[in-house]
């Protein structure tokens, strides 16, 4: 039986999603925070803990990620993710602007060529799951303007961009700093709309750190 594109990968992200929830709850349930009412009152959007305060205080949000991506209906390719975000964090809720360097890579020559820039407004949400950790659903859409000249394609072109992160981890390290991963993001550009449209949707795996 043949497996669908990408269901290894998928499989793989949500079993170490699962791995990564299940030591933090394991961490908390032995540490002092992790018992008694008061760590109950923290298991809300927008958590913190005794001895921090909230992880996600109201007021400026940003965060830096470099991540790599695989592509259907293009098995021998691939992209590179470096994002910045920028917004106004309301504790569970975060809502501002995003930027990105998308190069691409060709493994069959092999060759990286320049890519693309996207850019757009994001808005995410995090749901707590112990008092340092919390899953996070992000949905993005903006623009996109193809790098370089490729067959049918001239750069400067653009089109739109679509995105949502599926499975987010939000791992809560005090001062409000966290280690933000991506394990489901699927992202869609869409160069040259007008005509004959170039779709280049990408699979993401993602790490870096975020600011609340």
Not at 26 to 31: F, G
Not at 36 to 42: D, E, F, H, S
Request: aromatic letters at 12%; glycine letters at 12%.
């Amino acid at each position: 039986m043949k497996l669908p594109p990408h269901a290894l990968p998928v499989a793989a992200a949500i079993a170490l999603g699962g791995l990564l929830v299940s030591l933090s709850a394991r961490t908390q349930d032995k540490s002092p925070e992790g018992k008694g009412p008061q760590a109950k009152a923290l298991l809300q959007p927008g958590c913190g803990t005794a001895r921090t305060g909230p992880c996600y205080a109201k007021g400026v949000f940003f965060s830096l990620r470099i991540g790599f991506g695989t592509s259907e209906p293009f098995p021998s390719a691939a992209a590179l993710e470096l994002q910045g975000q920028v917004g106004w964090s309301l504790k569970a809720v975060t809502l501002g602007i995003v930027l990105e360097y998308n190069p691409f890579l060709n493994f069959a020559k092999p060759q990286i060529s320049a890519g693309a820039y996207n850019f757009g407004a994001f808005l995410s949400y995090r749901m707590a799951v112990t008092p340092r950790l919390s899953l996070r659903f992000e949905g993005l859409a903006g623009g996109t303007t193809l790098l370089f000249d490729t067959y049918g394609y001239d750069r400067g072109d653009t089109g739109m961009w679509l995105g949502v992160k599926l499975l987010g981890i939000d791992l809560y390290r005090g001062k409000g700093f966290s280690v933000v991963v991506d394990l489901m993001d699927l992202t869609l550009p869409v160069y040259h709309v007008a005509t004959m449209p170039f779709i280049y949707p990408q699979w993401r795996w993602s790490i870096g750190f975020a600011y609340h």
